[in-house]
């Protein structure tokens, strides 16, 4: 049972960027950047009992570890612990709900894709899934090459099957990253793909720059975040469903 607790409405038709632990941790990294640089203000938390009792502090300033920020039409859902698999599914109802509870315009997951050869990449390549054909064709007139086959599992996943069992706007931008080590690189990429379909004016130089630091701080997150990643499935994403096979 998840209690969100609601501070602030954002206007309707907002987006809300979804970044939660997962691959590269590239999800996080990219939306605690944005958050920063947006400056963007906190608007709900949300908590639950299956989560670890764990109370954060920012700047003197007791937090929640899962939060939403928001200003003008952008919202972004940030998690600051890893999230069991038990408490997934009423997570995405929860937020869910309340997307469409105030008019969510669209739901855009940030995750990343594991890929072997990440180290012999310079510039990590997003790709986009969408629920709705409009969004297929919006990605693809942005030149986001879509994923036609394949998984998706963890949150990300369940946030997108109620988008798909709502009839609402879901993408998921997925970025080509290590498995388990923090990523900053993969979510410099994916800001601006952000940047560019949304036009949020934002310069990543800053994330490159800190990319050493950002891995050392964020190593205790992604070796608890590998541990739910083995638990939801995350060996199967992106490959071939078998009817198709």
Not at 61 to 77: A, N, S
Not at 127 to 142: H, K, Q, S, T, V
Not at 147 to 175: D, N, P, T, Y
Not at 181 to 206: E, F, I, M, N, R
Request: hydrophobic share 45%; aromatic share 8%.
């Amino acid at each position: 049972m998840w209690t969100l607790y609601d501070y602030k409405a954002p206007p309707e038709n907002f987006k809300l960027l979804v970044g939660v632990p997962d691959v590269g941790l590239v999800g996080p990294i990219a939306a605690s950047f944005l958050v920063r640089t947006l400056d963007l203000e906190m608007i709900a938390q949300l908590d639950s009992e299956e989560m670890p009792p764990l109370l954060l502090f920012h700047k003197a300033r007791p937090l929640l570890p899962v939060r939403i920020y928001g200003k003008d039409d952008i919202c972004i859902l940030i998690s600051e612990v890893a999230i069991s698999p038990k408490v997934m599914p009423q997570l995405a109802k929860t937020v869910v709900d309340w997307a469409v509870k105030r008019k969510v315009a669209s739901i855009i997951a940030l995750s990343g894709i594991p890929v072997p050869n990440r180290i012999e990449i310079k510039t990590p390549k997003v790709y986009g899934a969408a629920i709705m054909d409009d969004d297929r064709a919006f990605l693809e007139r942005n030149g986001i090459e879509i994923l036609k086959e394949g998984f998706m599992s963890g949150l990300h996943a369940l946030i997108m099957k109620e988008c798909f069992l709502r009839k609402i706007s879901g993408i998921a931008l997925l970025v080509e990253a290590y498995l388990n080590y923090p990523d900053p690189g993969a979510a410099a990429s994916l800001v601006s793909t952000l940047s560019k379909l949304y036009d949020l004016k934002v310069d990543v130089t800053p994330l490159k720059e800190q990319e050493e630091e950002i891995r050392i701080k964020l190593r205790e997150l992604m070796k608890r975040t590998m541990e739910t990643i083995r638990q939801t499935g995350k060996e199967y994403e992106y490959t071939l469903p078998p009817m198709y096979a």
